[in-house]
């Protein structure tokens, strides 16, 4: 299994910045694609981005976020990182790092074993 530790989030103004980050450790670690996730207040927890933990690194993103955040990989620090540019006051959530043996689909929560404990992103108007 893997275990997993988001850092990075806070309080920003709208068109701010942040740079989350997602410490990964255990086994196989290689073998495990990589997301994260956001729960909105009084809302469900929904898809932003993901990353396979290959080479080529395939990426895929939800469409609120298309050219704004960017998620990418350190395997040297066995690290995931969403930088989060251009904040908007619909981004504030519950940020999670998710993790799944490699494979399936990026998007689905439902094929994500395993989660981090969630660090929260608050943009301010």
């Known amino acids: 299994q893997v275990q997993l530790v988001e850092s990075g989030g806070g309080l920003v103004q709208a068109g701010g910045s942040l740079r989350l980050s997602c410490l990964a450790s255990g086994r196989t670690f290689s073998s495990y694609d990589m997301a994260w996730f956001r729960q909105p207040p009084g809302k469900e927890r929904d898809f932003v981005a993901a990353i396979r933990r290959t080479r080529r690194s395939t990426t895929l993103y939800t469409d609120s976020v298309e050219g704004r955040f960017t998620i990418s990989r350190d395997n040297a620090r066995n690290t995931v990182y969403l930088q989060m540019n251009s904040l908007k006051p619909e981004d504030t959530a519950v940020y999670y790092c998710?993790?799944?043996?490699?494979?399936?689909?990026?998007?689905?929560?439902?094929?994500?074993?395993?989660w981090g404990q969630g660090t929260q992103v608050t943009v301010s108007s």
């Open positions: 998710a993790a799944k043996y490699e494979g399936g689909i990026l998007g689905s929560l439902n094929e994500y074993d395993y």
